[in-house]
Nanobody, 116 residues
Framework: EIHLVESGGGLVQPGGSLRLSCVASGFDFSSAAMGWYRQVPGKRLEWVGSINGVGNGTKYFPSVKGRFTISRDNAKNMVYLIINNLKIEDTAVYFC?????????WGQGTQVTVSS
């Protein structure tokens, strides 16, 4: 059974940084591209970036490029999202994502709140 579990969210002041983590199980993680998404209540789910299975290729939504970094540790079945220079508009629930044959798997999400 495929599982994704995110962690690392919290309350952070503007300008701060966070590292979100996602541990995966139930599939061949090292061969799987992984994505990060975020959602503000009442708004659409927003893709923020992805990383390929090897970990040497990333893509980001333009508005977060330069502040968001995705990495992975295939030995630990972990994917990370580092967010620097956090802004109030980064407040959202963040989810990691695995897509297999057109079906999306999600974790429960981790809340990031940016506030002074």
């Amino acid at each position: 059974e495929i599982h994704l579990v995110e962690s690392g969210g919290g309350l952070v002041q503007p300008g701060g940084s966070l590292r979100l983590s996602c541990v995966a199980s139930g599939f061949d993680f090292s061969s799987a591209a992984m994505g990060w998404y975020r959602q503000v209540p009442g708004k659409r789910l927003e893709w923020v970036g992805s990383i390929n299975g090897v970990g040497n290729g990333t893509k980001y939504f333009p508005s977060v490029k330069g502040r968001f970094t995705i990495s992975r540790d295939n030995a630990k079945n972990m994917v990370y999202l580092i967010i620097n220079n956090l802004k109030i508009e980064d407040t959202a629930v963040y989810f990691c994502n695995y897509r297999k044959l057109g079906y999306d798997y999600w974790g429960q999400g981790t809340q990031v709140t940016v506030s002074s």
